[in-house]
């Protein structure tokens, strides 16, 4: 999905960098970010995103604890955000 695709269909898009990684009792995983700056929606400074669902197609391993990326959010009825686009949702930035 086009980056522009993603920003439409997102109803949160942030920069934000990794703080941790985790597993919830339902065995979701989940990655804390903490965000640098909204792009679009009001997720406040630090949002929790699943990464392992229990669906292969939408599941990946993300992401190395201090990396920073842009980041297309959908926001579910649990306050926990999902990526819009799997694995291609998470752009990393890369410092020179």
Same mark, same amino acid.
Not at 50 to 66: N, R
């Given at each position: 999905?086009?980056?522009?695709? #993603?920003? #439409? ?11 941790? =990684?985790? #597993?919830?009792?339902?065995?979701? %995983? ?47 009825? %649990? =306050?926990?955000?999902?990526?819009? =686009?799997?694995? =291609?949702?998470?752009?990393?930035? %890369?410092? #020179?």
């Amino acid at each position: 999905m086009p980056l522009d695709e #993603q920003m #439409q269909k997102s109803d949160t898009v942030v920069v934000a960098k990794v703080t941790s =990684n985790g #597993q919830d009792p339902d065995w979701s %995983k989940f990655t804390v970010l903490s965000v640098r700056a909204v792009l679009k929606g009001n997720p406040g400074g630090e949002v929790s995103v699943w990464t392992v669902t229990g669906f292969p197609e939408s599941d990946f391993a993300c992401c190395t604890v201090g990396d920073e990326y842009v980041v297309f959010l959908h926001k579910n009825e %649990k =306050n926990m955000y999902s990526p819009i =686009n799997g694995r =291609n949702s998470f752009v990393p930035i %890369k410092a #020179q």
